[in-house]
């Protein structure tokens, strides 16, 4: 059983940084597609990037591309999420996850991953 642990959240001001990490362990996952999510209040869990097996492939919602950046070290089964430029609309709960197939391209849809972390909250004040 996969377990997936998400650390790097708090409060940080606008234009401000934060790294993410997701430690996962029960197993190895360098053969799988991960991704990274988050949820603000009332709101579903939506897509934020994601990455492929190898790190040699990685898509981005258009919200983000430019400002956040995910990778992956998977001799430490980890997954990352380095966010600059921080905006207060950023402000959610930050889900890593995991795709249990063996993938060449990233997995975008929320449906096709297996595992999930239990969160991370991220606030961004003005």
């Known amino acids: 059983q996969v377990q997936l642990v998400e650390s790097g959240g708090g409060l940080v001001q606008v234009g401000g940084s934060l790294r993410l990490s997701c430690a996962a362990s029960?197993?190895?996952?360098?053969?799988?597609?991960m991704g990274w999510f988050r949820q603000a209040p009332g709101k579903e869990r939506d897509f934020v990037a994601a990455i492929n097996w190898n790190g040699g492939r990685t898509n981005y919602h258009d919200s983000v591309k430019g400002r956040f950046t995910i990778s992956r070290d998977n001799a430490k089964n980890t997954l990352y999420l380095q966010m600059d430029s921080l905006k207060p609309e950023d402000t959610a709960v930050y889900y890593c996850?995991?795709?249990?197939?063996?993938?060449?391209?990233?997995?975008?849809?929320?449906?096709?991953?297996?595992?999930w972390g239990q969160g991370t909250q991220v606030t961004v004040s003005s």
């Open positions: 029960g197993a190895a996952v360098s053969s799988f597609p």
């Open positions: 996850a995991l795709d249990w197939r063996h993938r060449l391209d990233p997995t975008l849809g929320r449906d096709e991953y297996d595992y």
